[in-house]
């Protein structure tokens, strides 16, 4: 497990692309120029998810055995908590993986890692890291998908697209938790490492704390709420709304 003294640092050097949060592609700039994504719309979250029920709640684990853990989600018909944590995974390497944000640099600045890689899983508490499958992690490519059946079907989405390796949460263990991966040498970010694990997850998400934190909306440079109009696609001077 890792422990370091971390130092001030700015997320916006590190934020190279626009985020694309429960949605399946992934934006380039504001020109409307989309590549398709590795994660399908069914295995995302929505961004109120990713703040309400996740980073606010600091919902970072699931535990079968725990009847509070075992609320159904009204649609997946399985424990809102465990899809939602797959979900979370999936979203926290999408952000990494496809929209650029730029958590090496920030866990080499401010915690002095010296890391090439980084990655989260869904992991047993008590299991042994070293022994999870790091061909994807060698090979430079992110992370199995967590995915779910449709419960009207019992098949995956048929909006996956392509052959990206998958894991059915059905599959997992009864208990586990998000666990942030360093390296070929599998050194662990885990939730009872709290300062590391709450500052990276931070970082990682910043756009949507803002988003939802000081009146819900997007914000300026300086924190104020961009006005919009659903009906133009724009905000007010400052071009296309990045939420339409």
Request: proline residues 5%; negative net charge.
């Amino acid at each position: 497990m890792i422990t370091s003294e971390k130092s001030g640092i700015s997320h916006s050097s590190f934020l190279k692309k626009e985020l694309s949060c429960g949605m399946p592609w992934n934006g380039n700039g504001y020109d409307k120029k989309f590549t398709v994504s590795l994660y399908c719309k069914d295995e995302l979250p929505t961004w109120a998810e990713l703040y309400n029920d996740f980073w606010m709640k600091k919902t970072f684990n699931y535990d079968s055995k725990n009847i509070e853990h075992q609320t159904l989600d009204q649609y997946w018909k399985i424990p809102y908590r465990k899809i939602l944590l797959a979900q979370i995974c999936n979203q926290l390497n999408k952000m990494i993986f496809e929209d650029d944000v730029d958590v090496i640099s920030f866990l080499n600045t401010t915690f002095k890692l010296g890391c090439t890689d980084f990655r989260y899983l869904l992991m047993k508490k008590d299991s042994d890291i070293t022994g999870i499958d790091k061909t994807l992690m060698f090979a430079g490519l992110p992370p199995q998908v967590y995915t779910c059946k449709i419960p009207s079907t019992g098949n995956h989405s048929i909006f996956i697209t392509n052959k990206h390796p998958r894991i059915d949460i059905d599959d997992l263990d009864d208990q586990f938790q998000l666990v942030g991966i360093v390296d070929n040498d599998l050194r662990s970010i885990k939730p009872d490492n709290k300062d590391i694990f709450m500052s990276t997850i931070e970082f990682i998400i910043l756009e949507a704390i803002k988003y939802f934190e000081d009146g819900i909306g997007w914000k300026d440079g300086e924190g104020n709420i961009i006005p919009s109009d659903p009906l133009t696609n724009r905000c007010a001077g400052v071009g296309i709304d990045p939420a339409l």
